[in-house]
């Protein structure tokens, strides 16, 4: 095993995940000895599905389990996060890390185990997403703006052409829209009002997303003359907003919700500090994140730095009480606008 891939920081020396590892290796030797010890641990959690019983035992080198009661046979991994997995050998591992306080990121795994970057990916995914479903009404939210230094990495939701935090910005609007409408609704309505057909198509245009001119031309089908004057009047309506490279967009007064200050929250001076470390570790550890993960990365967090909750067998456990995690839920989960936040200790 070699250690230079593991890049030594301040959170979790390189030495300290290989070390783990071995451990790991000589307690569980192949991909068998994982999946068995996994079907077992599972065969002592299950209910029957038919009775709900819980007299039930594992059936000899099968996936399957029996119901001593009724006679039905189940799957073990059915409605788990293990469901159809093949290879329960990297799962396990990335686990056995976690549980014990060792942070890494994905590249660091995938080049170390040999296993596809997007598989490392999509495991750490739903063993954060685990810890995170735990996070819920356990501890106060705080605004997710507090983290737009670190959203350094494209989602999917990250609009074309923009850098990542923007994507602070679409969840932002996606909640607020409604009530900065309503707070200047009537001022807006009565400039919509006094336009003419054609410049609220201009303003309807702009108002779907940030334009340029040579499309909002081609849109409309129109030329730069007959454009201009409306540009120039819905700017100075204050409905619309220049910007660099001849591109429109909504004039929007939502910015300063955008860039929070954590110094100007009314949070307690501990929970900033916290707060400030959980920045610099996801900074540090992950060389930022994309906004539509935080939450998960939150999650990382809390398991890191909370050694009482998430010590040896804590996150398995909670892995094999879990209930199934499709790709699509991943895929289509985003980070609310606020997120839930929990520091476990004084790491
Ligand atoms: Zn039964």
């Known amino acids: 095993m070699s250690s230079e891939r593991f890049a030594h920081d301040q959170f979790g020396c390189a030495n300290d995940v290989v070390l783990a590892l071995t451990k790991f290796e000589s307690k569980f030797a192949d991909e068998q000895t994982c999946m068995n010890y996994v079907l077992n641990k599972l065969a002592?959690?299950?209910?029957?599905?038919?009775?709900?019983?819980?007299?039930?035992?594992?059936?000899?080198r099968s996936r399957d389990c029996i119901c001593n009661d009724c006679g039905t046979i189940s799957s073990l991994t059915a409605g788990t996060i293990f469901n159809g997995v093949r290879k329960i050998g990297p799962y396990l591992k990335m686990i056995w890390l976690l549980e014990r306080g060792l942070a890494f990121n994905c590249f660091q795994i995938h080049k170390h185990l040999g296993i596809a970057y997007s598989t490392c990916l999509a495991i750490f995914k739903k063993l954060s997403t685990v810890?995170?479903?735990?996070?819920?009404?356990?501890?106060?939210?705080?605004?997710?703006?507090?983290f737009m230094p670190i959203f350094m990495k494209r989602s999917r939701l990250t609009p074309l052409n923009e850098h990542p935090q923007a994507e602070q910005?679409?969840?932002y609007l996606k909640v607020n829209v409604k009530d900065e409408f309503n707070?200047?609704?009537?001022?807006?309505?009565?400039?919509?009002?006094?336009?003419?057909?054609f410049d609220r198509k201009v303003y309807e245009l702009i108002r779907a997303g940030k334009i340029d001119l040579d499309n909002i031309l081609q849109k409309l089908e129109a030329t730069v003359h007959d454009v201009m004057l409306p540009l120039f009047e819905l700017e100075d309506a204050g409905l619309i907003e220049r910007l660099p490279?001849?591109?429109?967009?909504?004039?929007?007064?939502?910015?300063?919700?955008?860039?929070?200050?954590?110094d100007a929250q009314p949070y307690s001076h501990k929970l900033?500090?916290?707060?400030?470390?959980?920045?610099?570790?996801?900074?540090?550890?992950?060389?930022?994140?994309?906004?539509?993960?935080?939450?998960?990365?939150?999650?990382?967090?809390?398991?890191?730095?909370d050694r009482k909750t998430w010590g040896p067998n804590s996150l398995l456990r909670a892995c094999l009480r879990s209930s199934e995690i499709s790709y699509h839920q991943i895929l289509t989960y985003e980070t609310p606008l606020d997120v839930n936040f929990i520091f476990g200790g004084d790491k």
């Open 169 to 171: 910005k679409m969840a």
């Open 44 to 60: 002592k959690e299950v209910r029957c599905k038919e009775c709900q019983g819980s007299n039930v035992r594992r059936l000899a």
């Open 245 to 262: 490279a001849n591109y429109f967009a909504l004039k929007d007064n939502s910015n300063s919700h955008l860039h929070q200050n954590l």
């Open 131 to 146: 810890i995170k479903d735990l996070m819920e009404n356990r501890e106060k939210k705080i605004g997710s703006a507090l």
């Open 183 to 197: 707070k200047s609704s009537e001022d807006v309505e009565l400039k919509l009002n006094s336009l003419s057909d």
């Open 272 to 305: 900033k500090k916290h707060v400030s470390k959980c920045l610099l570790f996801l900074r540090e550890k992950f060389r930022g994140i994309s906004r539509k993960y935080l939450q998960n990365y939150l999650a990382v967090f809390w398991c890191w730095t």
